[in-house]
């Protein structure tokens, strides 16, 4: 059951991403799109229908469908692409690649240039010989680049031309500092999509609260199941939902406690949000989590390093205590022949290194090599809070951590480990199979983050180092303990 509410989770996100991202740039038709980008789910789910989970899937019927379908679904996206439609911001460096040996002259005639003469002019004086010397100017549909050398300091250089195009045209445009694939750094005129759009109320409180009593609902009809209870017996007295509630309130105050880190620190730098929004859902967890929306773009990495850190650190140092004390008043039970990662009842920890090591610290002698942990509702509560962590710091695109990797290296570096992240948690859901969903959720993610305004100055030491540490977390977290470390714990 819960195999199949992934798959329909797994598909409806797919289509909304689909719908979002790329419904916009093609003509091929969505639902093809969705086929194929769902094709290796499809065929890991009729394999296991079929022979069963105790049969493993060939490597080469479980790999070769990542290796294919994102050929056959480029090929379709780029055999019905369509223009960009107006307004559209210039965000990622691989069209400008495409693009980069157009000229002026190759635009089309019937699109009027983002800027008159006049104003090209008024543009080039912007450019300073000993900071930025311009080469030349090319022109896309609402979108203005200017090439030339940078002589300065990356946030030195940005600032200086940054304040020179708002004297000269004030808020018309925002103003992008990139480098494209070869390393040589750009500047890009966009229109400033807050001048042309009435701003919407980010402040919708009644929203949010309602969102969270619902959310509140569903999690605690799911803490009733998890802590034992039959649902029918909790809707002929309610009385026991109560007992539903440790898990709910723990799962919400990890999940709430990570979107409000983001949001405080968003307003904190200015940066226009919504509220934190929770999603019920009435099966499964309760609750698909949290999001908070980002409604104007990152001044630089540091910004966009610190926002994105937030969230999980503050939802890390809340998960820990909570997971500690969950475990110490759980109960451990024989080891079962075939758990995975959702076994609450039985859980085996050693699939993972830290959470081996917590289980080590709140069970002591009780846990042994053979036993597993019936996890108690704050526990489950708090080890979905710990893998959530850990997918949020996956370094993929818009997650956390593709945010973090692309302030710490820059969104070239940022794609490649992004890649690397994508494979190696596949290989992964061959030795536990669990992952395998999460690790498409990661394959059908966008690979490339949106830039920051300044998308060159680089990070200080310290947040590299924080970036470090993070990855760090994440790696004890979806890494198996060694076995030199289970050795040593009697585990």
């Not at 789910?45 to 060939?58: M, Q, S």
């Not at 691989?94 to 983002?114: G, K, M």
């Not at 930025?132 to 200017?146: E, F, N, T, W």
């Not at 002589?151 to 250089?157: T, W």
Request: aromatic fraction near 12%; charged fraction near 15%.
């Amino acid at each position: 059951m819960i195999v199949w509410l992934l798959l329909v989770l797994l598909g409806a996100v797919t289509y909304l991403i689909l719908q979002h991202w790329v419904a916009y740039r093609t003509r091929t038709p969505i639902w093809i799109l969705w086929l194929v980008l769902m094709t290796p789910a499809i065929i890991w789910l009729g394999w296991l229908v079929v022979y069963g989970e105790n049969a493993p899937i060939p490597p080469i019927l479980a790999i070769a469908p990542f290796a294919v379908c994102p050929i056959i679904y480029w090929f379709l996206v780029q055999w019905g692409r369509r223009p960009l439609p107006r307004g559209e911001v210039v965000e990622t460096q691989v069209e400008e690649e495409e693009s980069e040996s157009a000229s002026e002259s190759e635009l089309p005639e019937t699109e009027p240039r983002p800027l008159t003469q006049e104003e090209e002019n008024q543009l080039r004086d912007c450019f300073s010989w000993t900071v930025y010397p311009l080469h030349g100017i090319d022109y896309r549909p609402q979108a203005v680049i200017c090439r030339g050398q940078l002589r300065a300091a990356p946030d030195v250089a940005y600032h200086k031309i940054e304040t020179k195009i708002h004297e000269c045209f004030g808020d018309r445009f925002l103003v992008v500092l990139q480098e494209d694939f070869k390393g040589k750094p750009f500047f890009v005129l966009v229109p400033n999509p807050q001048r042309q759009t009435e701003r919407d109320d980010l402040s919708r409180p009644a929203i949010a609260l309602a969102l969270a009593a619902i959310t509140l609902f569903t999690t605690t009809v799911m803490g009733t199941q998890i802590a034992g209870l039959a649902i029918e017996n909790v809707f002929v007295n309610p009385v026991l939902l109560i007992d539903g509630l440790p898990y709910a309130i723990a799962l919400m105050a990890i999940l709430g406690i990570h979107e409000s880190a983001h949001y405080l620190c968003a307003r904190y730098y200015q940066i226009e949000v919504t509220l934190p929004y929770f999603i019920p859902f009435p099966a499964f967890l309760g609750t698909f989590g949290a999001f908070i929306q980002m409604r104007s773009p990152m001044p630089n990495r540091k910004v966009l390093f610190d926002i994105s850190l937030a969230g999980p650190v503050a939802g890390f140092v809340l998960t820990v205590p909570l997971l500690i004390w969950g475990l110490q008043n759980s109960t451990v039970v024989d080891l079962p022949e075939d758990g995975g990662l959702l076994t609450i009842e039985a859980l085996n920890p050693r699939f993972s290194f830290l959470l081996t090591i917590l289980s080590k610290i709140a069970l002591g002698s009780q846990l042994t090599a053979q036993g597993a942990i019936a996890l108690h509702p704050v526990a489950v509560a708090a080890y979905i809070g710990l893998i959530a962590t850990a997918f949020n710091l996956m370094p993929v695109g818009q997650l956390d951590g593709g945010h973090l990797v692309h302030a710490m290296f820059g969104q070239r570096t940022a794609v490649m480990v992004g890649q690397f992240a994508r494979f190696s948690l596949l290989a992964l859901s061959f030795l536990y199979r669990d992952w395998f969903f999460l690790a498409l959720f990661l394959f059908i993610m966008p690979i490339l983050d949106n830039p920051a305004l300044n998308d060159l100055s680089e990070l200080d030491d310290r947040r590299d180092f924080c970036g470090l540490v993070a990855i760090v977390v994440l790696l004890s977290i979806v890494l198996p303990a060694p076995s030199f470390v289970t050795q040593w714990l009697n585990l």
